[in-house]
């Protein structure tokens, strides 16, 4: 759990609605910025599919994000 929590630092502090909405705008704006940046850079042929990848594990990191705030929220995690 606390390597969780390192790695998730937003999620674990939706412990109220405004805090919960918080964590899920700042996960939406890390998976949307990094989105476009990484769409920018894919058009580069010899990298393109490295940042596919990238591309891949950030918005991972954010739906794990998302769900780990909601599961704060609802008080399944401490």
């Known amino acids: ?3 969780l929590k390192s790695l998730f630092p937003f999620a674990f502090k939706a412990k109220d609605a405004a805090s919960l909405i918080i964590a899920l705008i700042v996960y939406v704006l890390i998976d949307v910025i990094c989105g476009v940046v ?4 894919v058009k580069i042929p010899i990298i393109g599919i490295l940042f596919t990848i990238v591309g891949a594990v ?9 769900i780990l705030s909601i599961l704060v929220f609802v008080k399944v995690l401490n």
């Open 58 to 66: 950030v918005g991972l990191y954010a739906l794990i994000g998302i």
């Open 38 to 41: 990484i769409g920018l850079l």
């Open 1 to 3: 759990m606390d390597m």
